[in-house]
């Protein structure tokens, strides 16, 4: 599986967008970018995947650059409770294998008011 | 989705024991993992929990300290052997609906060995 390279920290200003950057420059055609946060002491909670395409849901936007070598996780309103580790996460997706889903050591988001 | 429990959600235990872990999820899925979350550390994958035959274990987990069962698509049970203060980590559950789904988690159960 391809290997991910994030940030170990970043921090944003309540109310402003947050942008974390993830590098997987090895990633192959059959893989998709996935990312999950996980609030403390919580189980990790899915946040959204792509392919190719950009994609947006109610949580954040995905961009994922032409060559996707790299992508950027858009929260476009922070607020406190976004306060946590964010994962970025490659991850194969043929029928047969399903693909594993493992974790490299994320992104600690800190919202400060 | 897919809505997980956990039993216990935490525990402390003496060195030496062992502990089941019980994870139960509220539809049928075709896929459940377990993960081990040591203390300020990301998540490992333990295992492939597979309904009706044996786990498939990653690399640095064997069956015999962390046996596995799953007797059908809703429900599967960790055990950790045993135990040592190493040990003491948070154990997640996570599971697909489908191998293309996306995975969910159990809140994970909180291990203390003393």
């Known amino acids: 599986d391809a290997k991910t390279t994030q940030p170990p920290s970043m921090d944003c200003a309540e109310g402003r967008a947050a942008n974390l950057p993830c590098n997987h420059s090895t990633i192959s055609g059959n893989e998709y970018v996935y990312w999950y946060r996980q609030i403390h002491s919580q189980g990790p909670q899915y946040i959204i995947h792509g392919l190719k395409n950009n994609e947006t849901n109610e949580m954040a936007s995905l961009i994922i650059t032409e060559d996707r070598k790299s992508s950027t996780l858009i929260l476009p309103h922070a607020t406190l409770r976004d306060t946590a580790v964010y994962y970025c996460i490659v991850r194969p997706t043929s029928y047969n294998q399903g693909g594993k889903l493992i974790f490299g050591q994320g992104t600690e988001l800190s919202v400060k008011p | 989705s897919a809505v997980i429990s956990q039993k216990p959600s935490r525990d402390i235990c003496q060195r030496g024991t062992s502990l089941t872990i019980q994870c139960q999820v509220d539809?049928?899925?075709?896929?459940m993992f377990w993960y081990r979350q040591q203390p300020g550390q990301s998540l490992t994958l333990i295992a492939t929990?597979?309904?009706?035959?044996?786990?498939?274990?990653e690399s640095g987990f064997v069956i015999d300290k962390f046996p596995i069962s799953r007797p059908n698509l809703t429900f599967s049970t960790l055990t950790v052997s045993n135990m040592s203060p190493e040990d003491s980590s948070i154990y997640l559950c996570s599971v697909r609906i489908s191998p293309q789904s996306e995975q969910y988690f159990g809140p994970g159960t909180r291990l203390t060995v003393t």
């Open positions: 539809s049928q899925v075709t896929m």
């Open positions: 929990a597979n309904q009706g035959s044996e786990a498939t274990y």
